[in-house]
């Protein structure tokens, strides 16, 4: 999956930003737990909205929400949600 972020406010101790981007999934079925072997294979699109707060200068907090819509060959379109909470911290 590669995504690209707009962050226009990089500067503030609160940033907002908005991701999109896109991907290739495939998942393999274990023999063992569904009895077969099959293989699938989609391509994804997502977009999302998030924001960072710096709680100091070098320790930060992320929150993020995106959809993720997979585009299988089985004539049916999936949608997926993910909320995130990540905390980073740079020298």
């Known amino acids: 999956t590669g995504n690209l972020m707009l962050q226009p406010y990089t500067d503030l101790r609160f940033s907002p ?21 099959s293989t699938l294979s989609a391509t994804t699109a997502n977009a999302g909205l998030g924001a960072r707060y710096y709680l100091t ?21 999936d949608r997926f949600n993910e909320e995130s909470i990540g905390f980073s911290f740079f020298f």
Do not use: M, P, W
Request: hydrophobic residues 35%; without cysteine.
């Open 57 to 77: 200068r070098n320790f930060l907090v992320q929150l993020d929400y995106r959809q993720h819509l997979v585009l299988t060959n089985v004539q049916k379109n």
């Open 17 to 37: 930003y908005f991701t999109i981007g896109a991907g290739d999934f495939e998942n393999r079925n274990r023999a063992s737990l569904v009895g077969s072997t």
